[in-house]
């Protein structure tokens, strides 16, 4: 079971820490990602990393302002997101996939519930 948290309503310019914590598994084993779906809007890619985390990647929207970052001793995947704008405002998924680093949900084997990002002022 993946969980996602830490979401909430942020200004524009401001920054949120998103956690995804694995209970029952142990996400060394995977590559983890983080999704995003807006109302209307189909899910898509925001960051992928490796196992053991020496690959990061990111979709061109978020890159530079989002770092996604495991430690695999607490069995948590982080994404820390700066510099926000108001189209961020989406629930973000975390999952996790034995197939390596990929941009399609696809890919990915475990889904958690998502958390709810807003930004407005």
């Known amino acids: 079971q993946l969980q996602a948290s830490g979401g909430g309503l942020v200004q524009p310019g401001g920054s949120l820490r998103l956690s995804c914590a694995a209970s029952g598994r142990t996400l060394s084993s995977y590559a983890v990602g983080w999704f995003r779906q807006a109302p209307g809007n189909e899910r898509e890619f925001v960051a992928a990393?490796?196992?053991?985390?020496?690959?990061?990647q990111y979709a061109s929207t978020v890159k530079g302002r989002f770092t996604i970052s495991r430690d695999n001793a607490e069995n948590t995947v982080y994404l820390q997101m700066n510099s926000l704008k108001v189209e961020d405002t989406a629930i973000y998924y975390c999952t996790a996939g034995t197939s390596g680093l990929n941009s399609n949900t696809g890919y990915y084997d475990y889904w958690g519930p998502g958390t709810q990002v807003t930004v407005s002022s």
């Open positions: 990393i490796s196992p053991i985390g020496s690959i990061q």
